[in-house]
């Protein structure tokens, strides 16, 4: 934040411009007083901070593969260009994390420019809902940082600290760093104070109230506040949940359905952003040349009868060499290769919060049946479960690995249940465990790598902002 300051003070003194020159409005810019004059002015505004979401290093960025290629999921390929290895190495530091902690204050500052001028706009459904999704946006940003930059909520002290919870557009402040708990009672404040505001249906690609009900399920998981987990996901899930059949799952990866889907993010043919299918793979005479491909314990519990393994797995040969290719973000047929639209919240996760929190709560039965009713939609044939206790929590996590694979969960949730990465140094990138294997195995519970690190501008720029510890 100092950094701007620094710089526009510089360009003042160079210029030497006179009082009245600096009072006059830069030509290139617009006041943000008169930016806001319109409903028309706040809907471009709004879109402006979806917009912020597809930065090349959040989600039509990086953010697909980080979470995986930092954990288990993933090993990198020998035949690929070696991208992000001081990620899948845990050798990161101030200099690697600049772009999303820049880009996710960019994106709230938008927010922030909304929620500061709304309140000029006569009450009705059309303030309520844009005062909603900036609420909602800022939330969920703050907490993907969290996720991030922080430990989280049930393994902070009251004395671990976190990154500022900016709620200005004030480019004066020197923002300093904050409570975890409290830095998590905030996103949930915001969330909440959402929730009655925004519309049931903002159309796709933008928030509304189920996807804002979705992302508060996922909070209070991460708080550990099981009771209020479950009433958000009821209330994001409904009566009946909205599974996709088997035959619907795999047109969800290709666009061509939007069937359990309560938030993404569009990439259109005209963006031609094809960064999240370029993240795992490239295709080079027709053959696919991966970055990382699906590490060998995992591909061996993706069953024939599970449909996720030929929705999200390709085993086939670049360079003579069988691999087991991510096929995920291929994209949509007919355009270019890696351009999709990014899923950003499913109602199968919603599902596995409420699971994992019935459980948690004492209800194995309740648990048994959301766990059921989502592997009665991916496994044909289907055999139910019928467990309990620990056998049972240990099945939800399992099939949440599976679910959300690839979509940059993993690692966040070993975070978060203070479990540690655990690689298996016997087999490398070929489809049969052969090949370049692990070089770094393993990261202990609690290790401070788990907090990524501050970038090192914003540690220089603004002296009261301390490096998180260990780096």
Known sequence: MRKIIIILAALISITGCKKTELDLTPFNQIETSKAFGTESDVTLAVLGMYQGLRANNYVNGTWNIIGDVLADNLIISSLGRQTLTVYG??????DNTLGFFQTGYVITRRANAILENIDNFPAGAFKDNAKGEALALRAFVYLDMARVFSKTFE??????????????TDAKQLPQKEAVRGFYAKVIADLNAALPLIAVNNGVGRLNKAAVSGFLSRAYLYTGDMTNCITAANAALGSTPVLPSRTDFPSIWTDQTN????????????DNINTPGVNYYQTVGGLIRSEYVCEYNLRQLYLPSDVRTT??????IYNGVLQNHVI???GRPGQVAGLVDVKVLRTA???LNR?????????????????????????????????????????????????LAFEGDRFWDLKRRNEGVNRDSRWGDRADGTGVKYIFTTLAPGDFKFQLPYPSTEINFNLGFKQNPGY
């Open 355 to 403: 699971a994992e929190a019935y459980q948690r709560s004492g209800n194995d039965a309740l648990a048994l049946n959301d766990l059921n009713l989502l592997r009665a939609n991916r496994y044909s044939p289907y055999v139910a479960l019928n467990l309990s206790g620990t056998a049972l929590l240990n099945e939800i996590r399992a099939e949440r690995r599976l679910e």
């Open 259 to 270: 069937n359990g889907v309560l938030f993404k993010v569009l990439n259109t043919t005209l």
């Open 155 to 168: 393994n902070a002290t009251a004395t671990d600290s976190t990154l500022s919870y900016i709620t200005s």
């Open 89 to 94: 190495d845990w050798r990161y530091n101030g």
């Open 311 to 316: 929705s999200y797995i390709q085993t086939s």
């Open 328 to 330: 995920k973000y291929a």
């Open 349 to 351: 996760e919603v599902l």
